[in-house]
C-alpha cells in the first residue's frame, strides 16, 4: 500500500487548515501535459486522444467562437432539475441526450455550479449530471442534530446518495468525475455498489489533513477542542458570518486558484449565494469537526473500476507530493499533473481537464447498458 504521511502541523498551521486551508506548500516540477488552447485541437500526452470539438475555458458554447464550428458544435441546453431523495429536495443540472452517462461531483462548500465550464461542453457527446450534495448547493440542509446525535454528513451518506441517483434519475451506469471531497464520494460510492460506477476520475482529491489518523498527537486535544468551540458555541456561527461575505470568498477562491483572474464575480456568487440559505452554517460547522469516516488511502485497494487521478501542480491545498502516492494504488491507471493549476483545476483550467475526461471515457466506453430495474 503507498505510504502517505502526515504533515507535521503546529497550532498556528492547524488553526489555518482548518478555517481555510491557508497552508502553504512547496511547489514541485511538471510532468509533461501540453495545454489544449483552442477548439479541435487535443492534447498530446501519453493517454492516446482523438481531436475532438471542445471549449476553451467558456461558460457555455455560446462564448466560443469558432469559425469552422457547426450545428453539430453547439452546446445542449443545460436543464436544472430537482429529486426527491428520501423525502429532501435534491437539486441537478443535466446536459446532453446520448452516449455514456456521466456524474460531475463537487468538492467542500460548491455545488453543481462548480461544473459550469464542463457540463455543456461534456454534453455534447455524454449524457451529463452534475449532483448538490445533499446539505450544499441548492438542495435541502437538514439540520444535523435531527440524527440522534450520529453523524449525518457523511461520506456514507453522500455515497448512497450518489448511487441512489445513478438508479433513481441516471438509470445507467456512470463514471463518476469529481473534485476534492468529491473525491472521497465517489470512492465510497464506487465500493458500495461496484456495479454502478464505470470508473473514477479524481480532481484533486482531498488528503483529509484533518483527520483524527493525520492529526499530529501533540496537536490532538488541541483540534478537538477548537472544533467543539466552533460546533457547540456560538463562536461557530459567528466565524461562518465572518467568512460568508463576497469579500472573504474572492479572498480564499483567489488562493486556491492559481490563476486569480479565474476567480470572477459569477464564481464569487456561485459559491456564496447558496451558502446564505438557512442551515448552510450548521452543515459546515458539522464537516469541518467531522474528523472520522474514510480515506483515500482506505478506498483506493478496494476500488474495482478503473481510476485516473489529475491534479493542479501549484493546489496550495492538497499538496501534490503526498498526492503522487495515491498514483501507486493497482486500480490507478494514470496520475497526470496539470500545470499552472490549482485546486480546482475544471472551473480554473476547463481547457485542460475537458479533453482528460473525454479520453479517460472514451478507453472504457466500448460496452454500455443500462442497469435493469431493481439493480
Not at 77 to 82: D, F, I, K, P, Q
Not at 209 to 221: D, E, F, S, V, Y
Not at 360 to 366: E, G, T
Request: charge should be negative; hydrophobic fraction near 35%; include cysteine.
Amino acid at each position: 500500500m503507498a505510504n502517505i504521511r502526515a504533515l507535521p502541523l503546529t497550532s498556528l498551521e492547524t488553526t489555518s487548515l482548518l478555517f481555510s486551508k491557508r497552508v502553504l506548500f512547496k511547489n514541485t516540477s511538471i510532468i509533461s501535459f501540453t495545454e489544449t488552447q483552442f477548439l479541435r485541437q487535443s492534447v498530446p500526452t501519453s493517454i492516446t486522444r482523438s481531436p475532438t470539438p471542445r471549449g476553451s475555458g467558456s461558460v457555455s458554447c455560446s462564448s466560443v467562437t469558432d469559425k469552422a464550428s457547426t450545428l453539430e458544435d453547439v452546446c445542449p441546453e443545460v436543464r436544472t432539475l430537482t429529486w426527491n431523495w428520501k423525502g429532501y429536495s435534491i437539486r441537478y443540472q443535466c446536459a446532453g441526450t446520448s452516449g455514456p452517462s456521466l456524474v460531475l461531483v463537487h468538492g467542500f462548500g460548491a455545488n453543481s455550479d462548480h461544473w459550469r465550464k464542463n457540463t455543456p461542453i461534456l454534453g455534447k457527446s455524454y449524457r451529463v449530471y452534475s449532483i448538490d450534495l445533499i446539505g450544499y448547493g441548492y438542495s435541502d440542509k437538514p439540520n444535523p442534530n435531527e440524527f440522534g446525535g450520529e453523524p449525518f454528513y457523511t461520506f456514507e451518506t453522500w455515497g448512497e446518495q450518489l448511487n441512489d441517483f445513478c438508479l433513481d434519475v441516471v438509470k445507467d451506469e456512470a463514471f463518476f468525475i469529481c473534485n476534492s471531497i468529491g473525491g472521497l464520494v465517489g470512492l465510497q460510492a464506487a465500493v458500495s455498489k461496484p456495479e454502478i460506477c464505470r470508473g473514477l476520475m479524481l480532481i484533486n482529491i482531498s488528503l483529509r489533513m484533518l483527520h483524527i489518523k493525520k492529526q499530529p498527537l501533540i496537536g490532538r486535544p488541541f483540534i478537538r477542542s477548537f472544533q467543539n468551540l466552533l460546533r457547540n458555541t456560538p463562536v461557530g456561527k459567528l466565524f461562518f458570518k465572518s467568512i460568508a461575505k463576497p469579500e472573504t470568498v474572492r479572498s480564499i477562491l483567489s488562493q486556491c486558484y492559481h490563476d486569480s483572474s479565474q476567480v470572477t464575480d459569477e464564481l464569487v456568487e456561485a459559491i456564496l449565494r447558496p451558502g446564505l440559505e438557512p442551515g448552510a452554517v450548521d452543515v459546515f460547522l458539522e464537516f469541518i469537526c467531522y474528523s472520522g469516516g474514510p480515506l483515500p488511502e482506505d478506498l483506493l485497494p478496494l476500488v474495482k473500476c478503473p481510476v485516473l487521478i489529475a491534479w493542479g501542480e501549484k493546489d496550495p491545498w492538497e499538496p501534490i507530493e503526498l498526492g503522487r502516492a495515491y498514483g501507486d494504488f493497482d486500480a490507478v491507471e494514470e496520475f497526470v499533473v496539470l500545470p499552472e493549476a490549482g485546486h480546482c483545476p475544471q472551473d480554473e483550467k476547463p481547457e485542460m481537464v475537458n479533453p482528460l475526461i473525454e479520453s479517460f471515457v472514451a478507453r472504457h466506453s466500448n460496452s454500455s447498458a443500462a442497469l435493469a430495474p431493481g439493480i
